[in-house]
Protein backbone atom coordinates (compact mmCIF):
# COMPACT_ATOMS: atom_id res chain seq x y z
CA UNK A 1 0.00 0.00 0.00
CA UNK A 2 1.44 3.85 -0.95
CA UNK A 3 2.10 5.62 2.31
CA UNK A 4 -0.03 8.13 1.09
CA UNK A 5 -2.81 6.12 1.50
CA UNK A 6 -4.73 6.29 5.24
CA UNK A 7 -7.13 2.87 5.36
CA UNK A 8 -10.62 4.31 6.96
CA UNK A 9 -12.01 0.95 8.83
CA UNK A 10 -15.43 1.58 9.86
CA UNK A 11 -16.59 0.06 13.28
CA UNK A 12 -19.81 1.41 13.90
CA UNK A 13 -21.79 -1.73 12.88
CA UNK A 14 -19.69 -3.62 15.48
CA UNK A 15 -18.34 -1.29 18.02
CA UNK A 16 -20.87 1.20 17.40
CA UNK A 17 -23.64 -1.11 18.22
CA UNK A 18 -22.19 -2.44 21.56
CA UNK A 19 -23.46 1.11 22.96
CA UNK A 20 -26.09 0.27 25.43
CA UNK A 21 -29.25 0.70 23.76
CA UNK A 22 -27.90 0.94 19.81
CA UNK A 23 -28.59 -2.56 19.18
CA UNK A 24 -29.83 -2.59 15.11
CA UNK A 25 -31.61 -5.16 12.76
CA UNK A 26 -30.30 -6.78 9.72
CA UNK A 27 -31.98 -4.42 7.35
CA UNK A 28 -30.54 -1.22 9.17
CA UNK A 29 -26.80 -2.32 9.41
CA UNK A 30 -27.02 -3.41 5.60
CA UNK A 31 -28.67 0.15 4.87
CA UNK A 32 -25.68 1.81 7.10
CA UNK A 33 -23.43 -0.22 5.08
CA UNK A 34 -24.60 0.92 2.26
CA UNK A 35 -23.94 4.49 3.11
CA UNK A 36 -20.81 3.82 3.85
CA UNK A 37 -19.67 2.03 0.86
CA UNK A 38 -21.17 5.24 -1.09
CA UNK A 39 -18.64 7.20 1.30
CA UNK A 40 -16.13 5.18 -0.28
CA UNK A 41 -15.51 3.80 3.48
CA UNK A 42 -12.15 1.18 3.15
CA UNK A 43 -13.18 -1.80 5.11
CA UNK A 44 -16.59 -2.09 6.85
CA UNK A 45 -16.60 -4.35 10.05
CA UNK A 46 -20.37 -6.04 10.05
CA UNK A 47 -20.01 -7.63 13.29
CA UNK A 48 -19.17 -10.34 15.82
CA UNK A 49 -20.68 -13.64 13.65
CA UNK A 50 -19.94 -15.90 17.17
CA UNK A 51 -22.35 -13.27 19.03
CA UNK A 52 -25.54 -14.84 18.23
CA UNK A 53 -27.45 -16.24 15.11
CA UNK A 54 -28.88 -12.62 14.51
CA UNK A 55 -25.22 -11.25 14.24
CA UNK A 56 -24.49 -14.07 12.21
CA UNK A 57 -27.50 -13.43 9.95
CA UNK A 58 -26.47 -9.34 9.81
CA UNK A 59 -22.77 -10.00 8.98
CA UNK A 60 -23.66 -12.43 5.86
CA UNK A 61 -26.22 -9.76 4.87
CA UNK A 62 -23.79 -7.29 4.74
CA UNK A 63 -21.28 -9.66 2.63
CA UNK A 64 -23.74 -10.13 0.22
CA UNK A 65 -24.86 -6.44 -0.36
CA UNK A 66 -21.62 -4.35 -0.28
CA UNK A 67 -19.51 -4.88 -3.77
CA UNK A 68 -16.52 -2.16 -3.63
CA UNK A 69 -15.78 -2.02 0.20
CA UNK A 70 -13.83 -4.68 2.39
CA UNK A 71 -16.45 -6.54 4.88
CA UNK A 72 -14.96 -7.72 8.30
CA UNK A 73 -15.94 -9.64 11.12
CA UNK A 74 -15.02 -9.98 14.23
CA UNK A 75 -13.74 -13.50 15.97
CA UNK A 76 -11.75 -13.69 19.18
CA UNK A 77 -8.59 -16.12 19.07
CA UNK A 78 -10.69 -19.16 19.02
CA UNK A 79 -11.27 -21.55 16.09
CA UNK A 80 -14.95 -21.91 16.76
CA UNK A 81 -15.18 -17.50 16.39
CA UNK A 82 -12.85 -17.37 13.30
CA UNK A 83 -14.47 -20.52 11.40
CA UNK A 84 -18.14 -18.68 12.07
CA UNK A 85 -16.54 -15.29 10.45
CA UNK A 86 -15.53 -17.19 7.81
CA UNK A 87 -18.99 -19.02 6.73
CA UNK A 88 -20.76 -15.09 7.20
CA UNK A 89 -18.03 -13.77 5.20
CA UNK A 90 -17.82 -16.35 2.05
CA UNK A 91 -19.87 -14.78 -0.31
CA UNK A 92 -18.23 -11.46 0.32
CA UNK A 93 -16.58 -9.65 -3.28
CA UNK A 94 -13.64 -8.73 -0.41
CA UNK A 95 -13.47 -10.62 3.04
CA UNK A 96 -11.24 -9.90 6.29
CA UNK A 97 -11.45 -11.22 9.54
CA UNK A 98 -10.01 -9.53 12.30
CA UNK A 99 -9.09 -11.40 15.35
CA UNK A 100 -7.92 -10.82 18.90
CA UNK A 101 -6.46 -11.47 22.57
CA UNK A 102 -5.62 -9.54 25.21
CA UNK A 103 -1.66 -8.46 25.62
CA UNK A 104 -1.65 -6.50 28.67
CA UNK A 105 -0.34 -7.86 32.21
CA UNK A 106 -3.59 -7.09 33.76
CA UNK A 107 -6.00 -8.99 31.24
CA UNK A 108 -3.78 -11.77 30.76
CA UNK A 109 -3.24 -12.96 34.33
CA UNK A 110 -6.99 -11.89 35.55
CA UNK A 111 -8.95 -12.13 32.17
CA UNK A 112 -7.72 -14.86 30.25
CA UNK A 113 -5.93 -16.90 33.00
CA UNK A 114 -2.94 -16.82 30.51
CA UNK A 115 0.47 -17.22 30.74
CA UNK A 116 2.85 -14.92 27.82
CA UNK A 117 3.64 -17.46 26.11
CA UNK A 118 0.17 -19.17 25.69
CA UNK A 119 -1.38 -16.18 24.14
CA UNK A 120 1.68 -15.64 21.98
CA UNK A 121 0.77 -19.77 20.52
CA UNK A 122 -2.90 -18.46 20.98
CA UNK A 123 -2.42 -15.32 18.38
CA UNK A 124 -0.22 -17.28 15.97
CA UNK A 125 -2.78 -20.13 15.83
CA UNK A 126 -6.04 -18.18 15.08
CA UNK A 127 -4.24 -16.09 12.30
CA UNK A 128 -3.15 -19.25 10.53
CA UNK A 129 -6.45 -20.53 11.40
CA UNK A 130 -8.27 -17.14 9.57
CA UNK A 131 -5.85 -17.78 6.68
CA UNK A 132 -7.83 -20.63 6.02
CA UNK A 133 -10.38 -18.52 4.49
CA UNK A 134 -8.99 -15.21 3.45
CA UNK A 135 -5.27 -13.45 2.50
CA UNK A 136 -6.61 -10.50 4.53
CA UNK A 137 -5.96 -11.12 8.15
CA UNK A 138 -6.11 -8.15 10.96
CA UNK A 139 -4.66 -9.07 14.16
CA UNK A 140 -5.06 -7.14 17.77
CA UNK A 141 -3.85 -7.27 21.09
CA UNK A 142 -5.93 -6.41 23.14
CA UNK A 143 -5.12 -3.56 25.21
CA UNK A 144 -1.93 -2.78 24.15
CA UNK A 145 -1.94 0.82 25.37
CA UNK A 146 -0.99 -0.86 28.53
CA UNK A 147 0.75 -3.04 27.43
CA UNK A 148 4.79 -3.86 27.75
CA UNK A 149 6.34 -2.62 25.05
CA UNK A 150 8.51 -5.83 24.49
CA UNK A 151 6.36 -8.37 24.52
CA UNK A 152 4.11 -6.30 21.87
CA UNK A 153 7.25 -6.19 19.76
CA UNK A 154 7.57 -10.22 20.29
CA UNK A 155 3.53 -11.03 19.50
CA UNK A 156 3.39 -8.40 16.45
CA UNK A 157 6.56 -10.14 14.80
CA UNK A 158 4.97 -13.44 15.71
CA UNK A 159 1.76 -13.04 14.06
CA UNK A 160 2.93 -10.94 10.64
CA UNK A 161 5.42 -14.10 9.82
CA UNK A 162 1.89 -16.58 10.92
CA UNK A 163 0.39 -14.55 7.96
CA UNK A 164 -1.42 -11.22 9.61
CA UNK A 165 -1.50 -8.00 7.01
CA UNK A 166 -2.57 -5.69 9.00
CA UNK A 167 -2.00 -5.05 12.92
CA UNK A 168 -4.33 -3.29 14.39
CA UNK A 169 -2.70 -0.96 18.43
CA UNK A 170 -6.09 -0.90 20.26
CA UNK A 171 -6.04 1.74 23.17
CA UNK A 172 -8.61 -0.31 24.44
CA UNK A 173 -9.97 1.67 27.71
CA UNK A 174 -8.68 4.62 26.38
CA UNK A 175 -5.92 5.19 28.98
CA UNK A 176 -3.15 6.94 27.04
CA UNK A 177 -2.40 10.32 25.57
CA UNK A 178 -1.48 11.32 22.12
CA UNK A 179 2.03 12.37 22.35
CA UNK A 180 2.68 8.75 24.20
CA UNK A 181 0.60 6.72 22.17
CA UNK A 182 2.05 8.07 18.81
CA UNK A 183 5.56 7.07 20.56
CA UNK A 184 4.14 4.16 20.82
CA UNK A 185 3.37 3.24 17.12
CA UNK A 186 6.83 4.70 16.30
CA UNK A 187 8.28 2.19 18.50
CA UNK A 188 6.69 -0.74 17.20
CA UNK A 189 7.39 0.37 13.66
CA UNK A 190 10.86 0.57 13.88
CA UNK A 191 11.18 -2.45 16.31
CA UNK A 192 9.07 -5.35 15.13
CA UNK A 193 11.54 -6.66 12.01
CA UNK A 194 9.18 -7.81 9.73
CA UNK A 195 6.76 -4.24 10.28
CA UNK A 196 7.29 -3.65 6.61
CA UNK A 197 4.83 -6.50 5.88
CA UNK A 198 2.15 -5.29 7.36
CA UNK A 199 -0.47 -2.34 7.92
CA UNK A 200 -0.32 -0.82 11.09
CA UNK A 201 -3.67 0.33 12.34
CA UNK A 202 -5.27 2.17 15.90
CA UNK A 203 -8.27 1.85 17.37
CA UNK A 204 -8.88 4.25 20.11
CA UNK A 205 -11.22 4.79 22.80
CA UNK A 206 -12.71 8.05 24.01
CA UNK A 207 -13.19 7.84 27.73
CA UNK A 208 -10.58 10.61 28.15
CA UNK A 209 -12.01 12.31 25.03
CA UNK A 210 -8.87 11.63 22.77
CA UNK A 211 -9.43 8.80 20.86
CA UNK A 212 -9.18 11.27 17.85
CA UNK A 213 -6.55 13.14 19.20
CA UNK A 214 -4.46 9.83 19.53
CA UNK A 215 -5.42 8.41 16.32
CA UNK A 216 -4.18 11.67 14.29
CA UNK A 217 -0.85 11.56 16.80
CA UNK A 218 -0.80 7.96 15.57
CA UNK A 219 -0.93 8.60 11.94
CA UNK A 220 1.72 11.15 12.24
CA UNK A 221 4.01 8.15 13.44
CA UNK A 222 3.22 5.81 10.81
CA UNK A 223 0.00 4.23 11.35
CA UNK A 224 -1.76 4.01 7.95
CA UNK A 225 -4.88 2.70 9.58
CA UNK A 226 -7.76 4.40 11.77
CA UNK A 227 -10.50 2.27 13.29
CA UNK A 228 -13.20 4.67 13.80
CA UNK A 229 -17.38 5.19 13.92
CA UNK A 230 -19.66 7.46 12.47
CA UNK A 231 -20.29 9.84 15.34
CA UNK A 232 -17.69 8.60 17.70
CA UNK A 233 -20.30 6.13 18.48
CA UNK A 234 -19.57 3.34 20.68
CA UNK A 235 -19.04 1.12 24.07
CA UNK A 236 -18.68 3.39 26.93
CA UNK A 237 -17.65 6.96 25.96
CA UNK A 238 -17.03 5.93 22.15
CA UNK A 239 -14.51 5.69 19.51
CA UNK A 240 -12.45 7.81 17.30
CA UNK A 241 -14.98 9.67 15.41
CA UNK A 242 -14.62 8.85 11.76
CA UNK A 243 -15.56 12.60 10.03
CA UNK A 244 -13.60 14.01 12.46
CA UNK A 245 -10.11 12.27 12.08
CA UNK A 246 -11.14 12.26 8.12
CA UNK A 247 -11.88 16.18 7.86
CA UNK A 248 -8.32 16.51 10.41
CA UNK A 249 -6.18 14.72 7.65
CA UNK A 250 -7.94 16.49 4.63
CA UNK A 251 -8.07 19.84 6.14
CA UNK A 252 -4.23 20.01 7.43
CA UNK A 253 -2.44 18.42 4.45
CA UNK A 254 0.24 20.58 5.51
CA UNK A 255 0.88 18.63 8.15
CA UNK A 256 -0.30 14.95 7.37
CA UNK A 257 1.57 13.69 4.75
CA UNK A 258 -1.54 11.09 3.47
CA UNK A 259 -5.09 11.20 2.65
CA UNK A 260 -8.30 9.45 2.32
CA UNK A 261 -10.07 8.02 -0.56
CA UNK A 262 -13.69 8.92 1.28
CA UNK A 263 -16.46 10.69 -0.78
CA UNK A 264 -16.29 13.43 2.45
CA UNK A 265 -19.97 15.11 1.02
CA UNK A 266 -21.33 11.56 2.15
CA UNK A 267 -20.50 12.39 5.65
CA UNK A 268 -23.73 14.17 6.71
CA UNK A 269 -26.09 11.88 5.10
CA UNK A 270 -24.56 8.83 6.82
CA UNK A 271 -24.33 10.93 10.14
CA UNK A 272 -28.29 11.39 10.29
CA UNK A 273 -28.52 7.88 9.17
CA UNK A 274 -26.98 6.14 11.94
CA UNK A 275 -28.36 8.75 14.80
CA UNK A 276 -31.57 8.24 13.71
CA UNK A 277 -31.49 4.56 13.32
CA UNK A 278 -29.76 4.02 17.07
CA UNK A 279 -31.68 6.83 18.87
CA UNK A 280 -28.46 8.54 19.57
CA UNK A 281 -28.71 11.96 18.60
CA UNK A 282 -26.08 14.26 17.55
CA UNK A 283 -24.95 17.22 19.56
CA UNK A 284 -25.34 20.73 17.92
CA UNK A 285 -22.10 21.66 19.01
CA UNK A 286 -20.56 18.32 17.53
CA UNK A 287 -17.18 18.99 15.00
CA UNK A 288 -18.50 18.67 11.39
CA UNK A 289 -21.63 16.88 11.37
CA UNK A 290 -23.21 19.23 14.41
CA UNK A 291 -26.04 21.49 13.06
CA UNK A 292 -23.97 24.36 14.82
CA UNK A 293 -20.63 22.75 13.27
CA UNK A 294 -21.01 25.50 9.82
CA UNK A 295 -23.43 28.17 12.11
CA UNK A 296 -22.44 31.46 13.17
CA UNK A 297 -24.09 34.16 15.46
CA UNK A 298 -21.60 36.29 16.70
CA UNK A 299 -21.54 39.64 15.17
CA UNK A 300 -18.02 39.83 14.25
CA UNK A 301 -17.94 36.09 12.89
CA UNK A 302 -20.82 36.71 10.74
CA UNK A 303 -19.46 40.19 9.16
CA UNK A 304 -16.22 38.17 8.64
CA UNK A 305 -17.58 35.23 7.11
CA UNK A 306 -19.86 37.64 4.65
CA UNK A 307 -16.84 38.97 3.74
CA UNK A 308 -14.59 35.94 2.75
CA UNK A 309 -15.66 32.59 4.22
CA UNK A 310 -12.18 31.52 5.27
CA UNK A 311 -11.99 33.67 8.37
CA UNK A 312 -13.98 31.74 10.42
CA UNK A 313 -14.44 28.24 8.60
CA UNK A 314 -11.98 26.48 7.67
CA UNK A 315 -13.57 23.80 5.43
CA UNK A 316 -16.89 24.15 3.36
CA UNK A 317 -19.98 22.90 4.64
CA UNK A 318 -20.82 21.33 1.03
CA UNK A 319 -17.61 19.44 1.18
CA UNK A 320 -18.75 17.20 3.98
CA UNK A 321 -22.47 16.80 2.94
CA UNK A 322 -24.17 20.28 4.13
CA UNK A 323 -26.09 21.67 1.81
CA UNK A 324 -29.28 24.32 1.32
CA UNK A 325 -29.97 22.98 -1.91
CA UNK A 326 -33.08 20.95 -2.09
CA UNK A 327 -35.65 20.39 -4.58
CA UNK A 328 -39.08 21.40 -2.28
CA UNK A 329 -41.73 18.01 -1.66
CA UNK A 330 -44.92 19.44 -0.63
CA UNK A 331 -48.14 17.35 -0.46
CA UNK A 332 -48.29 18.44 -4.36
CA UNK A 333 -45.17 16.33 -5.27
CA UNK A 334 -45.53 13.06 -6.66
CA UNK A 335 -44.10 9.75 -6.57
CA UNK A 336 -40.99 10.26 -9.07
CA UNK A 337 -40.17 13.37 -7.30
CA UNK A 338 -40.28 11.41 -3.84
CA UNK A 339 -38.07 8.44 -5.43
CA UNK A 340 -35.70 10.99 -6.91
CA UNK A 341 -34.78 12.46 -3.96
CA UNK A 342 -34.61 9.40 -1.67
CA UNK A 343 -32.07 7.57 -4.10
CA UNK A 344 -30.04 10.84 -3.98
CA UNK A 345 -30.57 10.30 -0.70
CA UNK A 346 -29.10 7.09 -0.98
CA UNK A 347 -32.32 4.86 -0.21
CA UNK A 348 -33.52 2.39 -2.44
CA UNK A 349 -36.64 0.01 -2.39
CA UNK A 350 -36.67 -3.48 -3.21
CA UNK A 351 -40.11 -3.37 -4.72
CA UNK A 352 -42.90 -0.88 -5.49
CA UNK A 353 -45.28 -1.92 -2.94
CA UNK A 354 -42.41 -0.27 -0.43
CA UNK A 355 -42.18 2.77 -2.42
CA UNK A 356 -46.19 2.49 -2.38
CA UNK A 357 -45.89 2.59 1.09
CA UNK A 358 -43.36 5.14 1.76
CA UNK A 359 -45.44 7.37 -0.80
CA UNK A 360 -48.23 7.14 1.64
CA UNK A 361 -46.67 7.82 4.41
CA UNK A 362 -44.84 11.27 2.83
CA UNK A 363 -48.68 12.27 1.37
CA UNK A 364 -50.02 11.72 5.22
CA UNK A 365 -46.80 13.64 6.50
CA UNK A 366 -47.37 16.82 4.05
CA UNK A 367 -50.66 17.40 4.60
CA UNK A 368 -49.30 18.18 8.39
CA UNK A 369 -46.34 20.26 7.17
CA UNK A 370 -45.63 22.31 4.25
CA UNK A 371 -42.67 21.72 3.38
CA UNK A 372 -41.23 18.43 3.86
CA UNK A 373 -36.78 18.28 4.81
CA UNK A 374 -34.51 15.59 3.75
CA UNK A 375 -33.92 15.21 7.64
CA UNK A 376 -38.12 14.33 7.69
CA UNK A 377 -37.32 11.61 4.64
CA UNK A 378 -34.83 10.13 6.64
CA UNK A 379 -36.83 9.79 9.59
CA UNK A 380 -39.83 8.70 7.48
CA UNK A 381 -38.25 5.77 6.00
CA UNK A 382 -36.63 4.85 9.31
CA UNK A 383 -39.87 4.90 10.95
CA UNK A 384 -41.24 2.62 8.23
CA UNK A 385 -38.29 -0.05 8.61
CA UNK A 386 -38.91 -0.19 12.36
CA UNK A 387 -42.21 -0.71 11.88
CA UNK A 388 -41.21 -3.97 9.30
CA UNK A 389 -39.62 -5.52 12.27
CA UNK A 390 -42.47 -6.53 13.94
CA UNK A 391 -46.34 -5.76 14.11
CA UNK A 392 -46.96 -7.49 17.19
CA UNK A 393 -48.67 -4.48 19.01
CA UNK A 394 -49.91 -1.96 16.49
CA UNK A 395 -50.97 2.02 17.50
CA UNK A 396 -55.31 2.31 15.79
CA UNK A 397 -55.77 5.37 17.97
CA UNK A 398 -54.25 7.49 20.78
CA UNK A 399 -56.34 10.81 22.69
CA UNK A 400 -55.16 12.60 25.45
CA UNK A 401 -56.73 15.49 27.33
CA UNK A 402 -54.41 18.08 28.98
CA UNK A 403 -55.70 21.15 30.71
CA UNK A 404 -54.70 23.64 32.98
CA UNK A 405 -55.61 22.61 36.73
CA UNK A 406 -56.75 19.02 35.48
CA UNK A 407 -55.07 15.45 35.44
CA UNK A 408 -53.78 14.45 32.05
CA UNK A 409 -55.33 11.10 30.66
CA UNK A 410 -54.92 9.42 28.09
CA UNK A 411 -57.40 6.94 25.42
CA UNK A 412 -55.22 4.25 23.77
CA UNK A 413 -56.39 1.67 21.26
CA UNK A 414 -53.66 -1.27 20.45
CA UNK A 415 -54.01 -3.93 17.78
CA UNK A 416 -52.78 -6.98 19.20
CA UNK A 417 -52.00 -9.83 16.57
CA UNK A 418 -55.63 -8.71 14.68
CA UNK A 419 -57.36 -8.05 17.69
CA UNK A 420 -58.47 -4.63 19.32
CA UNK A 421 -58.18 -3.43 23.07
CA UNK A 422 -58.22 -0.35 24.63
CA UNK A 423 -57.46 1.24 27.76
CA UNK A 424 -57.58 4.78 29.67
CA UNK A 425 -54.96 5.73 32.32
CA UNK A 426 -54.29 9.30 34.21
CA UNK A 427 -50.44 10.13 34.08
CA UNK A 428 -48.47 13.08 35.32
CA UNK A 429 -48.32 14.25 31.64
CA UNK A 430 -49.55 13.44 28.55
CA UNK A 431 -46.70 11.08 27.73
CA UNK A 432 -46.52 10.01 30.60
CA UNK A 433 -50.60 9.20 30.20
CA UNK A 434 -50.64 7.50 27.15
CA UNK A 435 -47.47 5.04 28.06
CA UNK A 436 -49.66 3.97 31.71
CA UNK A 437 -52.63 3.33 29.35
CA UNK A 438 -50.39 1.02 26.52
CA UNK A 439 -49.00 -0.59 30.01
CA UNK A 440 -52.67 -0.73 31.30
CA UNK A 441 -53.24 -3.00 27.71
CA UNK A 442 -49.79 -4.82 27.46
CA UNK A 443 -48.52 -5.43 31.01
CA UNK A 444 -44.91 -5.61 29.97
CA UNK A 445 -43.10 -5.45 33.01
CA UNK A 446 -40.28 -2.85 31.30
CA UNK A 447 -38.41 0.18 32.76
CA UNK A 448 -38.02 2.99 31.24
CA UNK A 449 -34.43 3.78 30.56
CA UNK A 450 -34.57 6.73 28.71
CA UNK A 451 -37.22 8.99 26.69
CA UNK A 452 -35.69 11.24 24.73
CA UNK A 453 -36.78 14.10 22.31
CA UNK A 454 -35.38 15.70 18.97
CA UNK A 455 -36.72 18.10 16.71
CA UNK A 456 -36.21 16.69 13.07
CA UNK A 457 -35.93 19.90 11.32
CA UNK A 458 -36.93 23.56 12.57
CA UNK A 459 -40.23 25.29 13.03
CA UNK A 460 -43.22 24.39 14.46
CA UNK A 461 -44.30 22.41 12.24
CA UNK A 462 -41.56 19.86 12.79
CA UNK A 463 -41.61 16.63 13.38
CA UNK A 464 -40.46 15.20 17.04
CA UNK A 465 -38.26 12.42 16.86
CA UNK A 466 -38.75 10.25 20.16
CA UNK A 467 -36.05 8.09 21.83
CA UNK A 468 -37.95 5.27 24.28
CA UNK A 469 -35.36 2.62 25.60
CA UNK A 470 -36.85 -0.26 27.42
CA UNK A 471 -35.33 -2.92 30.17
CA UNK A 472 -36.68 -6.26 30.56
CA UNK A 473 -34.60 -9.05 32.87
CA UNK A 474 -31.52 -7.76 31.40
CA UNK A 475 -32.37 -7.17 27.63
CA UNK A 476 -32.13 -3.77 26.63
CA UNK A 477 -33.97 -1.99 23.62
CA UNK A 478 -34.41 1.22 21.57
CA UNK A 479 -37.91 2.43 20.34
CA UNK A 480 -38.11 5.36 17.62
CA UNK A 481 -41.28 7.29 16.80
CA UNK A 482 -41.47 10.44 14.66
CA UNK A 483 -44.70 12.34 14.27
CA UNK A 484 -45.61 16.14 13.85
CA UNK A 485 -47.58 15.72 17.31
CA UNK A 486 -44.83 14.81 20.14
CA UNK A 487 -47.14 12.58 21.85
CA UNK A 488 -48.27 9.95 19.08
CA UNK A 489 -44.29 10.28 18.15
CA UNK A 490 -43.82 9.10 21.95
CA UNK A 491 -46.67 6.38 21.74
CA UNK A 492 -44.82 5.23 18.64
CA UNK A 493 -41.73 4.83 19.97
CA UNK A 494 -42.48 2.51 23.07
CA UNK A 495 -44.80 0.35 20.82
CA UNK A 496 -41.80 -0.35 18.59
CA UNK A 497 -39.73 -1.16 21.45
CA UNK A 498 -42.50 -3.03 22.73
CA UNK A 499 -42.17 -5.11 19.26
CA UNK A 500 -38.70 -5.62 19.36
CA UNK A 501 -39.09 -7.25 22.99
CA UNK A 502 -41.79 -9.75 21.57
CA UNK A 503 -38.79 -10.47 19.07
CA UNK A 504 -35.72 -9.66 20.27
CA UNK A 505 -33.38 -7.51 18.09
CA UNK A 506 -30.60 -7.51 20.03
CA UNK A 507 -27.48 -9.65 21.42
CA UNK A 508 -25.02 -11.09 23.81
CA UNK A 509 -21.62 -10.11 23.23
CA UNK A 510 -19.49 -13.42 24.79
CA UNK A 511 -16.41 -12.08 23.86
CA UNK A 512 -13.88 -12.12 26.57
CA UNK A 513 -13.15 -8.40 26.20
CA UNK A 514 -13.33 -5.32 23.58
CA UNK A 515 -11.11 -4.33 21.28
Not at 150 to 159: K, T
Not at 206 to 229: F, H, I, K, P, Y
Request: proline fraction near 3%; hydrophobic fraction near 40%; charged fraction near 25%.
Amino acid sequence: MSSDRLIIFDTTLRDGEQSPGASMTKDEKVRIARALERMAVDVIEAGFPIASTGDFESVQAVARAVKDSTVCGLARALDRDIDRAGEALKDAASARIHTFIATSPIHMKMKLRMEPDQVVEQAVKAVKQARKYTDNVEFSPEDAGRSELDFLCRVLEAVIDAGATTVNIPDTVGYNLPHQFGDLIRQLIERVPNSDKAVFSVHCHNDLGLAVANSLSSVLNGARQVECTINGLGERAGNASLEEVVMAVRTRRDIFSCDTRLDTTQIVPASRLVAGITGFAVQPNKAIVGANAFAHESGIHQDGVLKSRETYEIMRAQDVGWSDNRIVLGKHSGRNALRSRLEELGISFDSEEALNEAFTRFKALADKKHEIFDEDLQALVTEASLDAVNEHYKLVSLRVCSETGETPNADVTLNIDGKERSASAPGGGPVDAAFKAIEAIVDSGTCLQLYSVNNITSGTDSQGEVTVRLEKAGHIVNGQGADTDIVIASARAYINALNKLVKPQGREHPQLGDV
